[in-house]
């Protein structure tokens, strides 16, 4: 795969700092910046996708919510009642 170069502006005592923190990790400055290019674009990724799931679930609940698809507010305290009732088994248990 051909390489790019890419120049960027810095403090010459960050530049030196980092050097030696690379060094010290028994690595260069260029791979641990490639390293941290390649995390930031995994993590932007993951978030976008994240972001792309929250919004649809947010899509279909509205949908839901307009075709008058909803619980009972009935049905949410027993749901609500019985989890606290298992937490409270739980926390008795330990």
Same mark, same amino acid.
């Given at each position: 795969?051909?390489?790019a170069?890419?120049?960027? !502006?810095?403090?010459? $005592?960050? /530049?030196?700092?980092?050097?030696?923190?690379?060094r010290?990790? #028994?690595?260069?400055?260029?791979?641990l910046?490639?390293?941290?290019?390649?995390q930031?674009?995994e !993590?932007?990724t993951? $978030?976008? /996708?994240?972001?792309?799931?929250?919004?649809?679930?947010?899509? #279909?609940?509205?949908?839901?919510?307009?075709?008058?698809?909803?619980?009972?507010?009935?049905?949410?305290d027993a749901?609500? $009642?019985?989890?606290?009732?298992?937490a409270?088994?739980?926390?008795?248990?330990?």
């Open positions: 795969m051909p390489l170069t890419l120049n960027i !502006r810095i403090d010459p $005592e960050l /530049k030196n700092a980092f050097m030696e923190a690379a010290a990790m #028994d690595r260069n400055g260029s791979q910046i490639r390293d941290f290019m390649r930031t674009v !993590r932007q993951a $978030e976008t /996708k994240y972001n792309d799931w929250f919004t649809g679930q947010v899509q #279909d609940g509205i949908a839901q919510a307009d075709s008058g698809d909803l619980l009972s507010s009935e049905t949410v749901a609500a $009642e019985a989890w606290r009732g298992d409270r088994r739980k926390l008795d248990s330990k």
